[in-house]
């Protein structure tokens, strides 16, 4: 069990830019969720996938946030056109099917200049 | 999913118990109480749950009032390393699967 990783740890671009994250859960987890986080606040949902469907978006989620998980292991999340409001901890967390208990990884922190 | 109250900030002594309470009026029958931490710079860490009997394990213990509109999740000799932001949730079992943080409780546990 090698936990949750996330890449990059930390991001930094221009307004307007596109950026992707990446996830790999823990291998036989079939759950895989995305958050954000702002200072001070707790994880806001963002979206989850069982295996490689997407099963629930957040309203909160704009048409500029796509994610993604091919072949149900790890996923993808893209931000297009970065607004200085995208800046956040955004976190992976993935869990097995029925255990609902979630596993985290350590974030990718985006600051968008 | 049901919400929680939970008190914004709380000191503990080192070696101390701390314990730390939420109240979830609205908790419905077949809604179990979760409790994670989040220590600075991290994702969060999941502590413990439970449905209505009280639960023990190597980091904690939770104890759900017998209506179940409340917990106290109690960490018997509190160390330095367990200063964090402690949220409590309730989330059932079927239909909608997200588990949804509110802002927790700050501990802060002094030497």
């Known amino acids: 069990d090698t936990g949750v990783s996330q890449d990059p740890r930390h991001k930094i671009t221009k307004r307007g830019q596109n950026v992707t994250f990446r996830c790999d859960p823990i291998s036989e987890h079939n759950r895989l969720y995305w958050y954000r986080q702002t200072l001070g606040q707790g994880p806001e949902f963002l979206t989850y996938?069982?295996?490689?469907?997407?099963?629930?978006k957040s309203r909160l989620l704009s048409d500029r946030f796509s994610a993604e998980r091919p072949k149900g292991s790890f996923s993808t999340l893209e931000i297009q056109r970065t607004e200085q409001g995208d800046s956040a901890m955004y976190l992976c967390?993935?869990?097995?099917?029925?255990?609902?208990?979630?596993?985290f990884g350590s974030g990718t922190q985006l600051s968008v200049l | 999913d049901a919400k929680t109250t939970q008190p914004t900030s709380m000191d503990c002594a080192e070696g101390r118990a701390a314990n730390l309470p939420c109240n979830h009026s609205t908790i419905s029958g077949n809604e179990y109480v979760y409790w994670y931490r989040q220590i600075h710079s991290q994702g969060p860490q999941y502590i413990i749950h439970?449905?209505?009997n009280n639960e023990t394990n190597e980091m904690a213990s939770l104890i759900i009032t017998e209506d179940r509109k409340s917990s106290t999740l109690i960490l018997p000799h509190a160390t330095l390393r367990d200063t964090a932001v402690y949220y409590c949730i309730v989330r059932g079992n079927t239909g909608g699967f997200k588990t949804i943080f509110g802002a927790g409780t700050r501990l802060f546990v002094k030497a």
């Open positions: 996938f069982q295996n490689e469907a997407q099963l629930e």
């Open positions: 967390a993935s869990s097995l099917v029925p255990n609902e208990k979630l596993f």
């Open positions: 439970g449905l209505k």
